[in-house]
């Protein structure tokens, strides 16, 4: 179904450790059927007609505390992922512009942050689409960096700031429409993680009652349709 109107959807893909834990395989191999459904997600949505943006959380901040050994096996699925992405087709044929964000890129490994670079520099004159990567990433860090930025502090001490002047220098600056949470947590819970803290004040949420590994297309246009029926009030 196509509404008219473009989005920018959000994804929290939570669950892929507990995934595997569940079917008795080692934690890695959660995190690579997790990269896999990731693949076929992003897939979905840049041949979806009603998305123009697309932001996927990939590591967090408070994820750099993990055990090295789980953050290799991260970083190496990332990296493989990454550079299938450099050569898709689907990205090409559909003008996907891809940007990394992350609010601490000293802790990215540098293969990770030179095939983003590559990315960017591949897909830098699309703009039929965008899909944003946060890596090493937290929404409180992202607007803090917004306020401290030189110009903000200028314009502070001037003028004052407002709402745009913030959203203008996050990294990612699009309000975001919908966010897709999986995990077989109470969809009560809705918990962001610190996932586009600025960007989704007004966003309709959406639970899974689904590890990430386990989702499909289907799921995914389930999800969709409930949006595209929600009334979005926005506050009023």
Known sequence: ?????????????????????MHGLH???????GAKK?????????????????????????????????????????????TKLLKSKEMHKNKVKVNL???????????ITEVCRELKHETKFYGNKVLNIL???????????????PMNRIKNLFFGLNEQDIAN??????????VIRTGEEEAAREAKSGFLLWQSAYSEYYHME?????????????????????RRMKGL
């Open 101 to 111: 964000i992350s609010t601490n890129p000293r802790k990215v490994p540098g293969n």
């Open 1 to 21: 179904m196509y509404s008219g109107a473009t989005y920018h959807l959000g994804i929290i893909p939570d669950g892929n450790r507990r995934w595997a834990t």
């Open 38 to 82: 990731m693949e076929l997600m992003v897939n979905w949505a840049v041949n979806h007609d009603d998305i123009r943006e697309l932001t996927v959380y990939g590591l967090s901040e408070e994820n750099f505390k993990r055990n090295a050994n789980e953050l290799n096996w991260l970083y190496d699925i990332y990296y493989d992922g990454l």
């Open 27 to 33: 934690a890695s191999e959660g995190h690579r059927r």
């Open 169 to 178: 220098s996050l990294g990612v600056k699009s309000s975001c429409d919908f």
């Open 135 to 149: 890596i090493g990433y937290t929404g409180q860090s992202e607007i803090l960096k917004s306020v401290r930025s």
């Open 210 to 230: 689904k590890f990430w590994p386990e989702i499909e297309t289907a799921d995914l246009e389930k999800a969709w349709e409930y949006f595209l029926h929600t």
